[in-house]
């Protein structure tokens, strides 16, 4: 029912135990995250030349692990924010809201079944995938468009699901998300830049 009736369904897993199942799912978001970012410049040396068997298990592994910090750190922060807009939840009500809303994106982990089957290790490799040459690629399309759609619907349902435990709109809910990209990803991307623009400079005069 999370994926009709969100805020229904939240406010009756709120009531009775916000905790239910929170670690598992924020787990298995982590996992389909990771999963879903192999493709990644960042990710290269990890995917190529690695046994696609090996790749999801390590996804798995680290994936888990940084769905729940993440789960953990961006509660924090919506519940830190959703004070300046007179939100009510609790914070344990907030990581319930966000990792039932990872329901769409997890069952989006069913998709890596066909997609595996049908390309293999060629679906694991950086940069150029070459799949065309592949007699199933008409079929990588439809399949990776109903991730996309999994993922919209994902983020549908986290609105909904932050609205009820905040006792927000859907519109103050999403004011809520931008209040913490507006304080803490741009002011810390901000610095990041400025650091390195510094260390850069410092570099390019000493090598002068």
Not at 30 to 38: D, P, Q
Not at 58 to 75: D, K, Q, R
Request: some cysteine; aromatic content about 12%.
């Amino acid at each position: 029912s999370i994926w009709t009736q969100p805020r229904a369904t939240i406010q009756q897993i709120v009531d009775s135990d916000p905790e239910q199942s929170v670690l598992i799912l924020a787990g298995l978001g982590g996992f389909a995250g990771t999963l879903g970012s192999v493709h990644d410049p960042l990710f290269a040396p990890l995917v190529d030349g690695t046994p696609w068997f090996y790749i999801v298990l390590i996804c798995a592994l680290i994936g888990s692990l940084l769905g729940i910090a993440g789960l953990y750190v961006f509660s924090f922060l919506l519940h830190w924010t959703g004070k300046w807009l007179d939100g009510r939840a609790s914070q344990p009500f907030i990581r319930a809201a966000g990792a039932w809303a990872q329901v769409p994106i997890i069952w989006g982990l069913l998709l890596w079944v066909p997609l595996i089957a049908l390309f293999g290790q060629d679906l694991f490799r950086s940069g150029s995938f070459g799949l065309e040459s592949n007699p199933f690629f008409p079929f990588l399309f439809p399949i990776v468009s109903t991730g996309i759609v999994l993922g919209v619907w994902s983020l549908v349902v986290s609105l909904h699901c932050l609205a009820q435990v905040q006792g927000f709109s859907v519109w103050k809910a999403l004011g809520n998300y931008v209040l913490v990209v507006a304080v803490v990803v741009i002011p810390v991307t901000v610095i990041v830049v400025v650091l390195l623009t510094i260390t850069l400079g410092i570099a390019g005069s000493s090598l002068m």
